[in-house]
């Protein structure tokens, strides 16, 4: 491993560790002489391991940190680390703020030592520069002043098994539609499609309320990999700051997001949003479906009709709607049902309250582990869910590869594939709710025209021989398009460019560009 100490001094670094040392001054221990600001490394491209410079780039001007920070970027092998510390001049001027003149000597440097400071930087600006340069994977501690750890983008790995992920699993996520099943389903698809995946188990019980909490937890996972000089890509899963715009506006928050180096969304409206929010490129990533555990099931839709709802009850979903659309769509009839599984997630009492004492409407607050869920599909006939925020659902594609004809709305992210030949849409209605009073951020949703819901409640009864042919084809798309593997599909085209240098994350910051299921130039 060949490491390289630049601007190393009076005083060799580690030399006993193999490091070898450059400077502008020959100096007993000096391998390399160079003036960095203004000639090339003496060094091979794709040669260099490791690169430290602690307390150089100060001394360089503004005009000159791109060429040199360039040379970095040359002479690493791909995966390649530096490791940069600087003067925090934030901290300094807060000093000189307070009355400590002694910052000015940290702010300007001390000719007598050597050059003078010609450049400062804030945690912001050094991992700006670095983005710049074209490093991946930069972050930003305050130690030593500021200390940057950046990667040169890693080489062309196109053999499978070669490119690695680093996908973060939480202990006691074994509900029904936890985060859990989804990082469960891409590290299945991810091998079977042939490629390598390290996975981190993060014990947290519970989903973090506090978001910054929830984004520190995918960099915790990023630091243990750096630790292991493994180079990954990390990818962060957005799927609470697309409903919530209000909490991701808090400033550490933010900072956080820009930390990632691709943000996957759950559908093009939801990533157009985060987009606006963040410096990090956006990716569209559909949900998927688990084709082993959801079978087609056989359906007999001549007799009684059974409309199923499996998810929380909560105002996100549109639960409440549900049985008060019931009962206006069949005051009277005997030969159909509703079922509502909450899995003990959300308040049921407003869906309760509209159920009344009909004794056709069951509303089940029992849990269930996501294992369970295909015999809970083989109990109804259309599935309904009425999203009101564009949010990951897995249960629609999930009912859909059993083989159920849906009822939907245009919010959640199954708009984006679902159509009428699976079913039927549900338009919005006039009326918003404020996402804000429900503890969701600062949001209004619109909320399901409540007669359209009745409308296609009653088509789907009067128009029994429509369901069968609706759920020939669901099956069909969902096993062909909507299974874990197949949404990796659309995905790792540009995880791959990226990860083979033929695509730069900073060329994608700085483009609108965004992904979907066709493609990912959209």
């Given at each position: 491993?060949?490491?390289?100490?630049?601007?190393?001094?009076?005083?060799?670094?580690?030399?006993?560790?193999?490091?070898?040392?450059?400077?502008?001054?020959?100096?007993?221990?000096?391998?390399?002489?160079?003036?960095?600001?203004?000639?090339?490394?003496?060094?091979?491209?794709?040669?260099?391991?490791?690169?430290?410079?602690?307390?150089?780039?100060?001394?360089?001007?503004?005009?000159?940190?791109?060429?040199?920070?360039?040379?970095?970027?040359?002479?690493?092998?791909?995966?390649?680390?530096?490791?940069?510390?600087?003067?925090?001049?934030?901290?300094?001027?807060?000093?000189?703020?307070?009355?400590?003149?002694?910052?000015?000597?940290?702010?300007?440097?001390?000719?007598?030592?050597?050059?003078?400071?010609?450049?400062?930087?804030?945690?912001?600006?050094?991992?700006?520069?670095?983005?710049?340069?074209?490093?991946?994977?930069?972050?930003?501690?305050?130690?030593?002043?500021?200390?940057?750890?950046?990667?040169?983008?890693?080489?062309?790995?196109?053999?499978?098994?070669?490119?690695?992920?680093?996908?973060?699993?939480?202990?006691?996520?074994?509900?029904?539609?936890?985060?859990?099943?989804?990082?469960?389903?891409?590290?299945?698809?991810?091998?079977?499609?042939?490629?390598?995946?390290?996975?981190?188990?993060?014990?947290?019980?519970?989903?973090?309320?506090?978001?910054?909490?929830?984004?520190?937890?995918?960099?915790?996972?990023?630091?243990?990999?750096?630790?292991?000089?493994?180079?990954?890509?990390?990818?962060?899963?957005?799927?609470?700051?697309?409903?919530?715009?209000?909490?991701?506006?808090?400033?550490?928050?933010?900072?956080?997001?820009?930390?990632?180096?691709?943000?996957?969304?759950?559908?093009?409206?939801?990533?157009?949003?985060?987009?606006?929010?963040?410096?990090?490129?956006?990716?569209?990533?559909?949900?998927?479906?688990?084709?082993?555990?959801?079978?087609?099931?056989?359906?007999?839709?001549?007799?009684?009709?059974?409309?199923?709802?499996?998810?929380?009850?909560?105002?996100?979903?549109?639960?409440?709607?549900?049985?008060?659309?019931?009962?206006?769509?069949?005051?009277?009839?005997?030969?159909?049902?509703?079922?509502?599984?909450?899995?003990?997630?959300?308040?049921?009492r407003p869906l309760k309250?509209?159920?009344?004492?009909?004794?056709?409407?069951?509303?089940?607050?029992?849990?269930?582990?996501?294992?369970?869920?295909?015999?809970?599909?083989?109990?109804?006939?259309?599935?309904?869910h009425l999203a009101l925020?564009?949010?990951?659902?897995?249960?629609?594609?999930?009912?859909?590869?059993?083989?159920?004809?849906?009822?939907?709305?245009?919010?959640?992210?199954?708009?984006?594939?679902?159509?009428?030949?699976?079913?039927?849409?549900?338009?919005?209605?006039?009326?918003?709710?404020?996402?804000?009073?429900?503890?969701?951020?600062?949001?209004?949703?619109?909320?399901?025209?409540?007669?359209?819901?009745?409308?296609?409640?009653?088509?789907?009864?009067?128009?029994?021989?429509?369901?069968?042919?609706?759920?020939?084809?669901?099956?069909?798309?969902?096993?062909?398009?909507?299974?874990?593997?197949?949404?990796?599909?659309r995905f790792l085209p540009?995880?791959?460019?990226?990860?083979?240098?033929?695509?730069?994350?900073?060329?994608?910051?700085?483009?609108?560009?965004?992904?979907?299921?066709?493609?990912?130039?959209?």
């Amino acid at each position: 491993m060949r490491k390289i100490d630049i601007g190393s001094g009076r005083y060799p670094y580690k030399p006993e560790e193999g490091w070898e040392h450059l400077d502008i001054h020959p100096y007993p221990h000096v391998e390399y002489v160079c003036d960095i600001a203004h000639e090339k490394l003496p060094f091979e491209d794709n040669s260099v391991d490791y690169i430290r410079a602690s307390h150089v780039l100060e001394h360089i001007h503004p005009d000159r940190l791109g060429f040199v920070l360039g040379e970095f970027l040359r002479v690493l092998k791909p995966g390649g680390r530096v490791e940069i510390s600087v003067p925090d001049m934030e901290e300094l001027c807060k000093q000189l703020l307070s009355g400590n003149y002694k910052a000015l000597e940290g702010i300007y440097g001390i000719p007598i030592q050597g050059t003078p400071h010609l450049t400062g930087f804030t945690s912001e600006l050094l991992k700006d520069k670095l983005r710049d340069a074209g490093f991946v994977r930069v972050v930003v501690r305050k130690e030593n002043g500021l200390t940057a750890t950046a990667f040169k983008p890693p080489i062309a790995v196109r053999a499978k098994g070669e490119m690695k992920f680093a996908v973060s699993l939480r202990s006691k996520w074994d509900k029904a539609w936890s985060w859990g099943v989804m990082y469960e389903g891409y590290i299945k698809g991810l091998r079977q499609l042939g490629y390598d995946v390290v996975g981190f188990f993060h014990e947290t019980g519970e989903h973090p309320e506090d978001l910054s909490e929830r984004i520190e937890i995918h960099i915790d996972i990023a630091t243990s990999l750096e630790r292991r000089t493994l180079p990954v890509l990390l990818i962060g899963m957005t799927e609470i700051m697309v409903e919530s715009p209000g909490w991701v506006e808090q400033e550490p928050v933010r900072k956080k997001l820009n930390d990632f180096d691709l943000l996957a969304a759950p559908s093009q409206s939801a990533a157009v949003r985060v987009r606006g929010l963040t410096s990090t490129p956006v990716l569209v990533l559909n949900e998927g479906v688990d084709p082993d555990l959801f079978k087609f099931i056989p359906r007999n839709f001549d007799d009684e009709l059974v409309f199923i709802y499996i998810g929380a009850a909560s105002d996100r979903n549109g639960a409440w709607l549900i049985p008060e659309a019931f009962r206006i769509a069949f005051p009277h009839e005997k030969d159909v049902k509703l079922l509502i599984f909450t899995g003990g997630k959300g308040e049921t009492r407003p869906l309760k309250i509209r159920a009344g004492s009909d004794e056709r409407i069951t509303i089940d607050e029992s849990e269930y582990s996501h294992n369970e869920i295909p015999n809970l599909l083989a109990r109804g006939h259309v599935f309904i869910h009425l999203a009101l925020a564009p949010t990951w659902t897995l249960t629609v594609p999930e009912a859909m590869m059993t083989g159920m004809p849906c009822i939907v709305t245009r919010a959640g992210s199954f708009a984006e594939y679902f159509s009428e030949e699976f079913g039927w849409f549900v338009e919005l209605g006039e009326s918003c709710i404020d996402a804000k009073e429900r503890g969701w951020g600062i949001a209004h949703w619109r909320v399901p025209a409540i007669s359209d819901i009745v409308r296609w409640m009653r088509y789907a009864y009067e128009h029994r021989g429509e369901l069968k042919e609706k759920a020939i084809k669901a099956a069909k798309y969902a096993r062909e398009h909507l299974t874990w593997a197949a949404a990796l599909k659309r995905f790792l085209p540009l995880v791959e460019d990226v990860w083979s240098g033929k695509v730069t994350l900073e060329s994608l910051r700085k483009s609108p560009i965004l992904v979907n299921q066709t493609g990912w130039r959209a």
